[in-house]
T-cell receptor
Framework: LAKTTQPISMDSYEGQEVNITCSHN???????ITWYQQFPSQGPRFIIQ???TKVTNEVASLFIPADRKSSTLSLPRVSLSDTAVYYC????????????FGPGTRLSVLP | NAGVTQTPKFRILKIGQSMTLQCAQD?????MYWYRQDPGMGLKLIYY???????DKGEVPNGYNVSRSTTEDFPLRLELAAPSQTSVYFC??????????????FGNGTRLTVT
């Protein structure tokens, strides 16, 4: 299993760019990197997924260096509504049972 | 499009009682999962299913049972509730996990308290 390590918590202010880094030193060749967002009293929600280099969608960007041993989720110009827990997952097995959700990173956006 | 629907939203059980947490998805996903989330913690996989009639244990299956008679439904059964099962339970589904553009879709959870 590719275990991940993220900061437990981060604080930011509205309008700032937030970068959350995830370490996954034993990532396998076929593993993808996926980030989820969870608001209180809700289930996690898919944000972005990537394999290498950079991926961007309407919500976030994902930066993956060449060695793929880490990845960085970038949230541009955060707002109060981005306050949530962010999970980094690594895996690609056919059954999904090896997707391990760690404690995630609790992001607090302050006014 | 409803996505993944879980019922009930809240439930209080006495020790030793039993109950079934319901989960239904309307996306024709083959893969379905049950997770539990304790306060301040990540999600732990209880059981999963790769299709109707096929289920398997996850990381923390003790005290739970599942069945998958249809593609749409994946109920989770607690036979003898214990305080350690107090948690928030999330059901999820996926078309094909690990594939690009095939993420997990989660319901909004069932908050269970066992006293």
């Amino acid at each position: 299993l590719a275990k991940t390590t993220q900061p437990i918590s981060m604080d930011s202010y509205e309008g700032q760019e937030v970068n959350i880094t995830c370490s996954h030193n034993n990532i396998a060749t076929n593993d993808y990197i996926t980030w989820y967002q969870q608001f209180p009293s809700q289930g996690p929600r898919f944000i972005i997924q990537g394999y290498k280099t950079k991926v961007t969608n309407e919500v976030a960007s994902l930066f993956i260096p060449a060695d793929r041993k880490s990845s960085t989720l970038s949230l541009p110009r955060v707002s109060l509504s981005d306050t949530a827990v962010y999970y980094c997952l690594v895996g690609t097995d056919n059954y999904g049972q090896n997707f391990v959700f760690g404690p995630g990173t609790r992001l607090s956006v302050l006014p | 499009n409803a996505g993944v629907t879980q019922t009930p939203k809240f439930r209080i059980l006495k020790i030793g009682q039993s109950m079934t947490l319901q989960c239904a998805q309307d996306m024709n996903h083959n893969y379905m999962y049950w997770y539990r989330q304790d306060p301040g913690m990540g999600l732990k996989l209880i059981y999963y299913s790769v299709g109707a009639g096929i289920t398997d244990k996850g990381e923390v299956p003790n005290g739970y049972n599942v069945s998958r008679s249809t593609t749409e439904d994946f109920p989770l059964r607690l036979e003898l509730a214990a305080p350690s099962q107090t948690s928030v339970y999330f059901c999820a589904s996926s078309y094909r996990p690990g594939d690009v553009n095939s993420p997990l879709h989660f319901g909004n959870g069932t908050r269970l308290t066992v006293t």
